[in-house]
Each structure stands twice: as C-alpha cells, then as structure tokens.
C-alpha cells in the first residue's frame, strides 16, 4: 500500500524517467565528454594517457590554416547550397500549390530524393562525375562544351559537391513551404483581386511575407544539416583533392580517426557545436521578427 | 491433469536449453577481424575447414584498410576491444600499436621461414609482435600492344620512362599513371624518391626537403602531371586500377599486389597478354624500388581466449595457406613458399622476376615509418599535389617541402620518436 501511493505520489517524475534517462545517456553526457576531452591533450600516437591541458588545444587549431580554410568552406557550402535549395524550393512550391492533373505522383517523384541513401547517392554521382569515363563529361563533349575536372579538380569540387546536396534536399524545402501555402487564408488574396493586384504583386506584397516564416524554419532545419554534412562529403571526396572539399566535420574526422589527435578533434567539434547554435539562434530571433 | 502437462513442457524445454547452454560453453569462439585483401578473402572462403578441424568458432569481419585501422584502435583505446585476432599493417600502424602494448608478444611462434627486415619491422626491445603475411614492392605494369604498336621497348631508367610515357600519351589513353592523391601517393612515389637518390626519414628525422627527394618530386609531378589520366590529384589505386583496365592508361606503377586483378577476364576489357609487368626503371641514382611486408597477423594483447587464437594465428599463417595464396598471384612473405616447384611453374615470370630484384636491391619502407603516419603522409601529400598542379615546375616546392618536413619533424617530437634511436 505505502509503495503503490509512493508511486502515485511521484507519478510525475516516473513516468518521463525513461526518457530523461535517454536524452542523458545519449545526447547530454557525450556532448559533455567531447567538451572534456577538448581541454585535454590526448593523442593515440604518443602512447601517453590523457593530460588536462587548458585551452591548448584550441589555440592549436585556431592557429592551423586548414581550420580556417574549411571554417570558409563549411559557411561557403552552407549558403551556397542552402540559398539555392530555398531559391527553387519555393519555386517548386508555388507551382504546385495550384490543382493540375498529375499533381500527385508528381509530389511523390518528389519525395524520391529525400529517401534516397547519401552514401549511394554520392557514388552514383561520382560516376556521373568521373572525368574519363563519366557521364557528364560525355554530354557537355555532345554539345562542343569545354570539359570539367568536377570532384576531382579543387576549383570545381564544392560546386559540384552543393550540386548533390541541392538535388537531394531542394525537394524537403519545397514540400514545407507547400504546406505553409496551403494553411494560408484566403481573404487576403481575394481583397486583392478586388482592388485589382497584378498576379506578381500578389506574390510579393503578400505569399512572401505570409509565407516567410515557414521559409525561414525550412532554412533551419537545412542549414543546420548543411553545416554538418558528412556522408556525401566523406563518400564522394574524402574531402580531397587534397584539402580543397574539407569541411570542419570532415577536418574533425581526420583529426580523430587517421591521427588520433582526439584532443584537437574534440575542439573542432565544439566549435562546430556552437557556431550550429549560434547560427539556429539567430535564425530564430530573425523569424520571430517576421511572426510579429 | 492439464498444470501437470504444462509443468513437464516447461521442464523439457528449460532441460533443452541448459543442454544447448552446455555445449555452447564447451565450444570456444574466437573474434577475428580481416581486411578486404586477396588474402582476406582466402582465410574467408578457408575458415570453415578450420572450424571443423579444430572446433573454434571463428566470428570473422572484413573491412576496408584505413576501417581496419579505425576499428583497432578505437576499440583498444577505449579498453572494449573483444578482438583476438587481426590483421595489420606494420609499416602504417605497428609503431602505434606496440607503443600502447595493444600486441600480443608472439615469442613461440617460428620466424625462421621468414626474411628478417620483415620480421624486424614488427618487433620492439627484440621481441616480435607481428606475422608478416604479404610482401609488396612497387612495379611497372604496362600494355604490350601499345608499346609494340610505337615501336618502343621497355623502359629501364628515368629518361626513357618519361620518353615512353611522352609518346604513349595520345588518342584518349594517358601515357602514365600512379597515384596522385595527396596521402595515398606517399607510398607510390617512395620509390622515385629513393631512386633519385633522396628518403623520408634518416635516423628518424624527416630529410624529404633534400635536394635528391626534391628532383624525384618534381620528376614525378611533372610525369603525372603532363601524361596522366584527368583528376589524378585525387586517384588512388581504386580510381588508376578502372582505368588501365578500360585500357585508357599505358603505363601505371603501382604496387605488385594488383596483378591478378590487373589480368582477371572478368574485370578486364584488355587481353591478359597484352599486360606486361616490369621493374621499376632504374632512377639516376639508386635502383631500389620499395619492397615491404604490406599486411601481417597479430594477436590481441587482451584476447581471453589466448591459445585458441594462437592456433588461428598458426593455421592462418602456415605454409599451407601461403602456397595456396601464391597460386593466386598473392605474394607471401614467407621464403619457402616462394621456392614451391609448383608455384614457380604457375606464377607470372614478371612477379617472380621483379621481387628477385626487388628483394636484393629495395628499401624495407614506403612510407615514413613513425607513429604519427597518417598525419605525415597528409603533410607530404600537399608538396606531391603541388608538384603534380605544377607539373613539376613549382617555384614554392623546396619552401613548402621545407614547411612539411618541419611539421612532420614536429610530429617526431611530439610522439618522442624523433632522431636517434
């Protein structure tokens, strides 16, 4: 009897035990430990144990330029992809918030992308890409066009890195700003069409606007993900040739798993940590202003 | 009547697992991790007769090289490691793994069949750590028909190399590849840097800036870059390998562990006999190509199942299975294997011929040997992708291949492996 009122009692803590349980395990305590680890000295290839060093490993980094060269390139590739992505999602989007036949299996050939696997998806591009004996180059040769090195030449291998990105995620952009279009009302555009607004004023005097703060969480949700990629980066170039596709996620991964500089690494990964933080709380602040 | 009959199925079936429960207890497992090499793959196919012979579960994983070296060392230095026995490469991560005393010390097994700079390699404070398995060493493999076609013999020195290189380079083929992308070329270009004369590390301090390790450098930037396949800067093996075998390369130099997939029909569009392998031309220097024991086996220091693993480890490395090995153009580090009548009849003359060469005159490294190596080899990757950018012109080389070696120095220092011992 005293157990089950003790039960009872705490039901409200119970019950979201399990999962704070989880969130603990999984996301708060190795966020944490990579913190502790960025302020230690801890190198695989020395044979030492590990040693707190204070900042020491921070100041290694922000001192290398291949830090500061791949912070440039994961900003670089971020908007670049990401304003591309919310540039022809939205226009996907408008063009199909209209009734026309066909509308639907069009919205499915749509989803295809998104399901796909970044890995597969990389080496099939990578074949689409090789110079030799891809498929791209033999089309631009079709029509007398000069010849690209693509992933393989360092002036030419974010583009074409972003290429890929905006071909798998243009389409979950498109599909949130759909829905943000369908829930708008319609009084507003037929008070419009009443005082006689041209079909592009009506576009930017008032789908924009209304339609802003769905864009703007779209573009959180990719940019987050944009900052961070990985797969297709890891799976298509390494981040080669030479250091030219290395992001801070890529640098990060190079510096734990081919030198076992864990130390170093770790710092990469709070400062990646935060600045996708930043970057979100920024973001927000900026749509709540829009909301108003 | 019917608790009862429930009461004797739950007795028979608690009875029937116990009686599963002991035999399992009984048979040992033993975890075994592999890389995706020819001989990877051979243990694989082989594995089965040694469960049967002996009664050892074998759990075996395969994976890609640079994996291997992941896995191992995450899973040791995180103390959860439940490997008994692995593959692994002395040159790229013995230092590393004898320096954390993640090897077991293998002190009864017999090392007479094998040759010492091999056995070396693997040892610390005398004791020997590692069973090499394969040897490699770099060589030239090369279409017959294309050179019969320009009139022009095989190459044997530096000068003639680049010639033949020049006159083959036409009609969509490349006339020259090796590897281009920064780290993976370290190994391939070793033998042009010692062959004109220069080295990576002297007495552990990197010496890559010298004016000899320069010219082999730039010789080779200046090759791959005027003859070489598009994109080279970011080819490995796995990138040059489709393209000889589109039959879009004349020459490639590579290591001698892809012949057999060099002449296998079925991944091949160019006729077996049109593929000649050769000896790495002479430089104007030295003649002495990289010849090392690429992959070798070793046990877990923290294996609980020590001498089941240890009769892996003898069965996987016997003279049995390395003869078999050898009839499918695997070359073994082991002395005897390569004397088998049998082999020497069915192997290429070419592979037979370059290790003879290989093995009086090579260099027992392709890289720097050092814990540190994978870092290192990023670093002198950047002056080989310069070079090749350049086509061998660059005017910032020395100044960069300066940089790098200072860095690699560094890197020495800071592992305590620098200069002397």
Same mark, same amino acid.
Do not use: C
């Given at each position: 009897m005293i157990k089950s009122s003790f039960f009872e009692r705490n039901l409200k803590y119970l019950f979201p035990l399990p999962a704070l349980i989880f969130v603990i395990a999984l996301m708060v305590f190795p966020v944490l430990y990579t913190l502790f680890i960025s302020f230690s000295d801890w190198t695989l290839t020395s044979g030492r144990p590990l040693v707190f060093a204070g900042l020491s490993s921070y100041m290694k980094i922000l001192s290398e330029p291949r830090f500061l060269d791949a912070v440039g390139r994961t900003f670089y590739f971020t908007i670049g992809a990401v304003l591309a992505e919310a540039v022809l999602g939205l226009t996907i989007a408008v063009i199909l918030n209209r009734e026309f036949r066909g509308k639907n299996p069009l919205k499915f050939i749509l989803l295809l992308p998104l399901v796909a696997t970044p890995v597969a998806v990389g080496i099939v591009f990578n074949l689409f890409y090789d110079p030799t004996i891809g498929?791209?180059?033999?089309?631009?040769?079709?029509?007398?066009?000069?010849?690209?090195?693509?992933?393989?030449?360092?002036?030419?291998?974010?583009?074409?890195?972003?290429?890929?990105?905006?071909?798998?995620?243009?389409?979950?952009?498109?599909?949130?700003?759909?829905?943000?279009?369908?829930?708008?009302?319609?009084?507003?555009?037929?008070?419009?069409?009443?005082?006689?607004?041209?079909?592009?004023?009506?576009?930017?005097?008032?789908?924009?606007?209304?339609?802003?703060?769905?864009?703007?969480?779209?573009?959180?949700?990719?940019?987050?993900?944009?900052?961070?990629?990985?797969?297709?980066?890891?799976?298509?170039?390494?981040?080669?040739?030479?250091?030219?596709?290395?992001?801070?996620?890529?640098?990060?991964?190079?510096?734990?798993?081919?030198?076992?500089?864990?130390?170093?690494?770790?710092?990469?990964?709070?400062?990646?940590?935060?600045?996708?933080?930043?970057?979100?709380?920024?973001?927000?602040?900026?749509?709540?202003?829009?909301?108003? | 009547m019917k608790k009862i009959g429930l009461f004797v199925l739950i007795v028979a079936i608690s009875f029937s697992l116990f009686a599963q429960g002991g035999a399992e207890e009984k048979q040992e497992e033993i975890r075994v991790l592999l890389a995706?090499?020819?001989?990877?793959?051979?243990?694989?196919?082989?594995?089965?007769?040694?469960?049967?012979?002996?009664?050892?579960?074998?759990?075996?994983?395969?994976?890609?090289?640079?994996?291997?070296?992941?896995?191992?060392?995450?899973?040791?230095?995180?103390?959860?490691?439940? @490997?008994?026995?692995?593959?692994?490469?002395?040159?790229?991560?013995?230092?590393?793994?004898?320096?954390?005393?993640?090897?077991?010390?293998?002190?009864?097994?017999?090392?007479?069949?094998?040759?010492?700079? !091999?056995?070396?390699?693997?040892?610390?404070?005398?004791?020997?750590?590692?069973?090499?398995? @394969?040897?490699?060493?770099? @060589?030239?493999?090369?279409?017959?028909?294309?050179?019969?076609?320009?009139?022009?013999? @095989?190459?044997?020195? &530096?000068?003639?190399?680049?010639?033949?290189?020049? !006159?083959?380079?036409?009609?969509?083929?490349?006339? &020259?590849?090796s590897r281009g992308k920064g780290a993976a070329s370290v190994t391939q270009i070793s033998s042009y840097i010692y062959n004109f004369g220069g080295r990576y590390l002297e007495d552990n301090v990197a010496v890559f800036d010298s004016p000899e390790a320069l010219e082999g450098i730039r010789y080779y930037g200046r090759l791959l870059g005027n003859y070489g396949p598009q994109g080279v800067v970011s080819m490995s093996w796995e990138n040059l390998m489709p393209v000889f075998q589109a039959g879009k390369l004349a020459i490639w130099t590579d290591a001698s562990v892809f012949y057999g997939q060099v002449v296998d029909p079925s991944k091949t569009q160019i006729p077996a006999e049109d593929v000649g392998v050769a000896q790495l031309p002479r430089g104007p220097k030295e003649d002495s190509p990289f010849i090392v024991a690429s992959w070798g086996m070793s046990m877990s220091?923290?294996?609980?199942?020590?001498?089941?693993?240890?009769? &892996?480890?003898?069965?996987?490395?016997?003279?049995?299975?390395?003869?078999?090995?050898?009839?499918?153009?695997?070359?073994?580090?082991?002395?005897?294997?390569?004397?088998?009548?049998?082999?020497?009849?069915?192997?290429?003359?070419?592979?037979?011929?370059?290790? !003879?060469?290989?093995?009086?005159n090579g260099f027992p490294f392709d890289r720097p040997f050092m814990s540190a190596v994978g870092q290192a080899r990023d670093l002198i990757g950047e002056v080989v992708i310069e070079s090749i950018n350049t086509k061998g012109t660059s005017s910032k080389l020395a100044s960069l291949a300066a940089e790098k070696t200072q860095a690699v120095n560094d890197l020495l220092k800071a592992d305590g492996e620098y200069g002397g011992n």
């Amino acid at each position: 009897m005293i157990k089950s009122s003790f039960f009872e009692r705490n039901l409200k803590y119970l019950f979201p035990l399990p999962a704070l349980i989880f969130v603990i395990a999984l996301m708060v305590f190795p966020v944490l430990y990579t913190l502790f680890i960025s302020f230690s000295d801890w190198t695989l290839t020395s044979g030492r144990p590990l040693v707190f060093a204070g900042l020491s490993s921070y100041m290694k980094i922000l001192s290398e330029p291949r830090f500061l060269d791949a912070v440039g390139r994961t900003f670089y590739f971020t908007i670049g992809a990401v304003l591309a992505e919310a540039v022809l999602g939205l226009t996907i989007a408008v063009i199909l918030n209209r009734e026309f036949r066909g509308k639907n299996p069009l919205k499915f050939i749509l989803l295809l992308p998104l399901v796909a696997t970044p890995v597969a998806v990389g080496i099939v591009f990578n074949l689409f890409y090789d110079p030799t004996i891809g498929f791209l180059n033999y089309v631009l040769s079709l029509f007398g066009l000069p010849q690209s090195g693509w992933v393989t030449d360092s002036t030419s291998v974010l583009p074409s890195l972003m290429l890929v990105d905006i071909w798998q995620w243009t389409p979950m952009i498109a599909l949130i700003v759909l829905a943000g279009l369908a829930g708008l009302s319609s009084e507003p555009y037929e008070s419009a069409k009443v005082d006689g607004a041209t079909p592009v004023q009506i576009f930017f005097r008032i789908t924009l606007p209304m339609i802003t703060p769905t864009i703007l969480t779209a573009i959180i949700l990719r940019a987050v993900d944009a900052l961070k990629t990985y797969d297709i980066i890891y799976a298509m170039t390494g981040g080669g040739p030479g250091y030219s596709s290395e992001t801070l996620n890529i640098l990060a991964y190079k510096y734990s798993f081919e030198y076992f500089n864990l130390g170093q690494a770790s710092s990469i990964l709070v400062f990646l940590f935060f600045l996708v933080l930043l970057f979100s709380l920024g973001v927000m602040k900026l749509r709540k202003r829009f909301e108003m | 009547m019917k608790k009862i009959g429930l009461f004797v199925l739950i007795v028979a079936i608690s009875f029937s697992l116990f009686a599963q429960g002991g035999a399992e207890e009984k048979q040992e497992e033993i975890r075994v991790l592999l890389a995706n090499h020819p001989y990877g793959e051979l243990l694989k196919e082989a594995i089965p007769e040694f469960e049967a012979e002996t009664g050892i579960k074998v759990n075996v994983e395969s994976l890609q090289e640079s994996q291997l070296t992941q896995k191992l060392t995450t899973e040791f230095a995180t103390g959860s490691s439940t @490997v008994d026995v692995f593959m692994t490469r002395p040159l790229q991560e013995g230092l590393l793994f004898t320096k954390n005393g993640w090897y077991a010390p293998l002190d009864s097994y017999d090392f007479s069949d094998y040759p010492d700079p !091999a056995v070396d390699i693997g040892k610390k404070d005398g004791v020997a750590y590692i069973v090499p398995l @394969v040897t490699e060493w770099q @060589v030239m493999y090369y279409r017959k028909d294309l050179f019969k076609a320009a009139g022009i013999s @095989v190459p044997t020195n &530096f000068e003639e190399l680049e010639a033949a290189a020049k !006159a083959l380079n036409k009609d969509g083929i490349a006339g &020259f590849g090796s590897r281009g992308k920064g780290a993976a070329s370290v190994t391939q270009i070793s033998s042009y840097i010692y062959n004109f004369g220069g080295r990576y590390l002297e007495d552990n301090v990197a010496v890559f800036d010298s004016p000899e390790a320069l010219e082999g450098i730039r010789y080779y930037g200046r090759l791959l870059g005027n003859y070489g396949p598009q994109g080279v800067v970011s080819m490995s093996w796995e990138n040059l390998m489709p393209v000889f075998q589109a039959g879009k390369l004349a020459i490639w130099t590579d290591a001698s562990v892809f012949y057999g997939q060099v002449v296998d029909p079925s991944k091949t569009q160019i006729p077996a006999e049109d593929v000649g392998v050769a000896q790495l031309p002479r430089g104007p220097k030295e003649d002495s190509p990289f010849i090392v024991a690429s992959w070798g086996m070793s046990m877990s220091n923290k294996s609980k199942n020590s001498d089941a693993a240890k009769q &892996f480890l003898d069965w996987a490395t016997s003279k049995e299975l390395a003869i078999e090995a050898m009839k499918r153009n695997i070359t073994m580090a082991r002395d005897s294997a390569w004397l088998d009548e049998e082999v020497r009849a069915m192997m290429n003359p070419g592979l037979i011929e370059t290790q !003879a060469h290989a093995a009086l005159n090579g260099f027992p490294f392709d890289r720097p040997f050092m814990s540190a190596v994978g870092q290192a080899r990023d670093l002198i990757g950047e002056v080989v992708i310069e070079s090749i950018n350049t086509k061998g012109t660059s005017s910032k080389l020395a100044s960069l291949a300066a940089e790098k070696t200072q860095a690699v120095n560094d890197l020495l220092k800071a592992d305590g492996e620098y200069g002397g011992n």
